[in-house]
Structures are given as C-alpha cells and as structure tokens.
C-alpha cells in the first residue's frame, strides 16, 4: 500500500505562485495514476488535475486551465502541482490520491494523503 504526504502550502498574494508537493512510499510509485483535489471550508471536495502513470496523460479543471500544471518525478517518487495567477478562490486544503483514469478524466480515488492548506490573499 502507498502512503501519501503533501507539502507546499502556504500563504500567497493574488497573482502569484505556489509549487505543491506529493511524496509517495510503500511500493512502485511509476504504477499508479494521480490526482490532485481541493476542499474550501464549508464546501465540497472538487477535482483540480490528474496525471497518468508513465506522465503521459494530464487532465484539468476548467477553473485551472493555463494556470496550474500538474507533473511528476518518479524516479524521486514525487507529484506536483505548480500554481500561477493564483485568486482567492483557489484558498483550500489541497489533497493528492492515487487512483485510476479513464478516457475521458478521473474514475476513482482510492489513497488520500492529509492534505496541505493553500491561502491566497487579495
């Protein structure tokens, strides 16, 4: 089984720039696709981007779209989220998962980290 942790999160200005972080240990981390989520208090937890196994394959939000970009390193077991143009809207608790991918996006989530909180101030 993997095991998840997230790192990166802090306080930021409108307009500016974030890199979130994802480490994963237990077993091959090339096999598994990921994902990263937000949950903003009093609301639902919402998809913001996924990344196939091999990196091949990225999906976005279309609230992201041109401004974040997911990648990883698998050799050094990590993902990544790197934030641009961050608003206000984008203050959350941001979750990374493993999971599986279809044709079209996001299927299912099954390991969560604990999350990193992202506050972006105007």
């Known amino acids: 089984q993997v095991q998840l942790v997230e790192s990166g999160g802090g306080l930021v200005q409108a307009g500016g720039s974030l890199e979130l972080s994802c480490a994963a240990s237990?077993?091959?981390?090339?096999?598994?696709?990921m994902a990263w989520f937000r949950q903003a208090p009093g609301k639902e937890r919402d998809f913001v981007a996924a990344?196939?196994?091999?990196?091949?394959?990225?999906y976005y939000a279309d609230s992201v779209k041109g401004r974040f970009t997911i990648s990883r390193n698998n050799a050094k077991n990590t993902m990544y989220l790197q934030m641009n143009r961050l608003k206000p809207e984008d203050t959350a608790l941001y979750y990374c998962?493993?999971?599986?991918?279809?044709?079209?996006?996001?299927?299912?989530?099954?390991?969560w980290g604990q999350g990193t909180q992202v506050t972006v101030s105007s």
């Open positions: 998962a493993t999971g599986v991918l279809d044709g079209s996006g996001w299927s299912r989530s099954v390991l």
């Open positions: 237990g077993r091959t981390f090339s096999s598994y696709s």
């Open positions: 990344i196939s196994w091999n990196g091949a394959y990225t």
